[in-house]
């Protein structure tokens, strides 16, 4: 199967697995699972550490977030595409969830097909859009 993890997920695994439930943690550690992080994903990561979010025992990162990713992880960076983008235009604005990097991450998923893991507890307000979510609820 594929999947797109949020942010959330990817520190989780990082600094706090205790955090993961049993079934993220399944489909992490499962070699025959496709997972994928959004390049949006990664911007947001990549502001947390330049805005000093993360403690000095936490910046495993070296120099860039981005090699990390590439080549410590399994994970691959999924781009932003027009098709993406076209979607995003599609779903509304939610009165209580404007977060542009959150709404992109989630039209992505929908139009790849691709499960979205994630512990925000608004994600589920966009399964009437399309998206299918594995919720990590601690």
């Given at each position: ?14 600094w706090?697995?205790d ?11 499962d070699?025959g ?57 599609q ?8 977060d ?7 039209a ?6 691709m ?14 859009f ?9």
């Amino acid at each position: 199967m594929r999947y797109l993890i949020d942010a959330n997920i990817f520190i989780f695994l990082l600094w706090e697995k205790d955090r993961l439930t049993r079934e993220v943690w399944g489909i992490l550690q499962d070699y025959g699972n496709r997972v994928y992080i959004s390049a949006e994903s990664v911007r947001e990561i990549v502001h947390l550490r330049q805005c000093g979010k993360f403690s000095s025992k936490e910046q495993i990162f070296a120099d860039s977030v981005v090699d990390f990713i590439n080549n410590e992880t399994n994970f691959e960076i999924k781009p932003i595409k027009n098709e993406h983008l076209k979607t995003l235009e599609q779903i509304p604005i939610l009165q209580d969830h404007k977060d542009p990097s959150d709404r992109m991450i989630i039209a992505q998923a929908i139009t790849e097909k691709m499960a979205l893991v994630s512990s925000d507890t608004m994600f589920p307000c966009y399964k009437k859009f399309g998206l299918e979510l594995i919720p990590n609820n601690y």
